[in-house]
């Protein structure tokens, strides 16, 4: 079975602080997503990467960065973060354009 | 760009009941597929169903890509089919555009 792994399920952070969201992927993926689910606005694309340091803006990157240095791993950065992205981030890749999703982080920024 | 409506936006079943939830959209699309979110936020692929039909035990989907719609079955109803189902599908590019979801709630 896929197993998309991400690191905190739950995180608590201070406004103005710096936050990483790691994800790692088992089975050799290409491609790798983060998105973010708020009640009313369904799952918005933030990033999306192709292969290994090849990124591209989805819809919705203000206030984030991400980093992909190894297949397996891509990982979410909030430079600085604020209240408004206290949200449930969830991170995919994909094989063969099957989706498949990690459990999720739920980030509150205080 | 594509317009996607799942219906219905809610369900109540009692346990044992049966279901068809559906997923309209509104021009060509590809890659589509159904999730399952559970009460804990955890999504699970259920389906990659671009044409025809499939089954895996209680769940079954259809899509008929030439009349734009995909159809998710759920059979024999269980409490832990509780949850939002959402169809997904990409349009020529590698961003996935999620349907609003289907709120489902299984009673004991």
């Known amino acids: 079975d896929v197993k998309v792994t991400q690191s905190s399920r739950y995180l608590v952070k201070r406004t103005g602080e710096k936050v990483f969201l790691e994800c790692v992927q088992d089975?050799?993926?290409?491609?790798m997503f983060w998105y973010r689910q708020d009640p009313g606005l369904g799952l918005r694309l933030i990033y999306f990467?192709?292969?290994?340091?090849?990124?591209e803006k989805g819809d919705i990157p203000e206030g984030y960065s991400v980093s992909r240095e190894k297949k397996e791993r891509f990982s979410l950065i909030l430079e600085s973060a604020s209240t408004n992205q206290t949200s449930m981030y969830l991170c995919?890749?994909?094989?063969?354009?099957?989706?498949?999703f990690g459990s999720g982080t739920q980030l509150s920024v205080l | 760009g594509i317009q996607v409506e799942q219906s219905p936006p809610d369900l109540i079943l009692q346990e044992g009941a049966n279901s068809t939830l559906r997923c309209n959209f509104s021009d060509s699309v590809n890659n589509l597929q159904w999730f399952h979110q559970n009460p804990w936020g955890q999504l699970i692929n259920l389906f990659y169903?671009?044409?025809g039909t499939k089954q895996n035990g209680r769940l079954s989907a259809t899509t008929v890509a030439t009349e734009r719609y995909s159809l998710l079955y759920i059979s024999s109803s269980q409490t832990t089919d509780s949850g939002v189902y959402f169809c997904a599908f990409t349009s020529g590019t590698y961003k996935y555009i999620f349907g609003t979801g289907t709120r489902l709630k299984v009673l004991a």
């Open positions: 990467s192709y292969d290994v340091k090849m990124k």
């Open positions: 089975m050799d993926h290409e491609n």
């Open positions: 995919a890749s994909s094989f063969f354009e099957k989706l498949f």
């Open positions: 169903i671009p044409s």
